[in-house]
């Protein structure tokens, strides 16, 4: 069964601790993106990769890390220096071919208190 | 920079009602234009694609426009059903792969 898988779907961390986010797939795309996703708000493109070993950061890098080691994999780090870290976050792939759609996973709740 | 923006932000209807739900854009050099559904804590399902060169798509009561002169969508619901009750986004694309969202129009379908 294809798709994308993110994991855990909800997650709760103290403040200052930095932590992970898990996003997996077996589609086969070469794209993979992070997006934050704020009450009320439309998507935030945080960072994204086209192929393995390279990322470029999107529009709200800002205390955000990633990796790009497998072409199925994507993890997200939210560190301690990213000031408002309580978000929904939503990993997404893509084929590299400009205009092809965005395939969504199910989100990770993250909450720092 | 691209902007995206969704009117309105709240829309209430009764069921079997057709509706309209407008996107707008300030880049009129986008490759494609993607509408999306989201349910409550739920990632997003595409719903149609349209590529620039292209007017419009369909996907059973589902119907989107798109005029880049004057940088607008529309997605078209006929027959609206309560089950169409989600959050409804949509997104440009321009430069390389990325997507800008607008912020969604949450749809309330009333049996």
């Known amino acids: 069964d294809g798709g994308i898988t993110q994991s855990p779907k909800y997650l709760f961390r103290k403040e200052g601790q930095n932590v992970t986010l898990s996003c997996e797939q077996n589609l086969n795309h070469d794209a993979m993106y992070w997006y934050r996703q704020d009450p009320g708000q439309g998507l935030r493109l945080i960072y994204y990769?086209?192929?393995?070993?390279?990322?470029q950061k999107g529009d709200i890098a800002e205390g955000y890390s990633v990796s790009r080691e497998k072409k199925e994999s994507f993890p997200l780090t939210v560190t301690s220096a990213q000031k408002n870290p309580t978000a929904f976050y939503l990993c997404?792939?893509?084929?590299?071919?400009?205009?092809?759609?965005?395939?969504f996973g199910n989100g990770t709740r993250l909450t720092v208190t | 920079k691209q902007e995206v923006t969704q009117i309105p932000a709240a829309l209430s209807v009764p069921e079997g009602e057709n509706l309209v739900l407008n996107c707008s854009f300030t880049d009129s050099a986008i490759y494609n234009l993607q509408w999306f559904r989201q349910d409550p804590g739920k990632g997003l399902t595409s719903l149609l694609l349209?590529?620039?060169?292209?007017r419009e798509q369909t996907s059973g009561r589902l119907n989107a426009s798109l005029d880049k002169s004057s940088g607008r969508s529309t997605l078209y619901i006929a027959a609206s059903q309560p089950g169409d009750s989600a959050t409804y986004l949509c997104?440009?694309?321009?430069?390389?792969?990325?997507?800008?969202f607008g912020e969604g129009t949450q749809l309330t379908v009333n049996p």
């Open positions: 349209i590529q620039s060169s292209q």
């Open positions: 997404a792939t893509s084929l590299r071919q400009q205009g092809s759609p965005l395939h």
């Open positions: 997104a440009g694309q321009t430069s390389g792969s990325r997507l800008t």
């Open positions: 990769s086209q192929i393995v070993n390279d990322f």
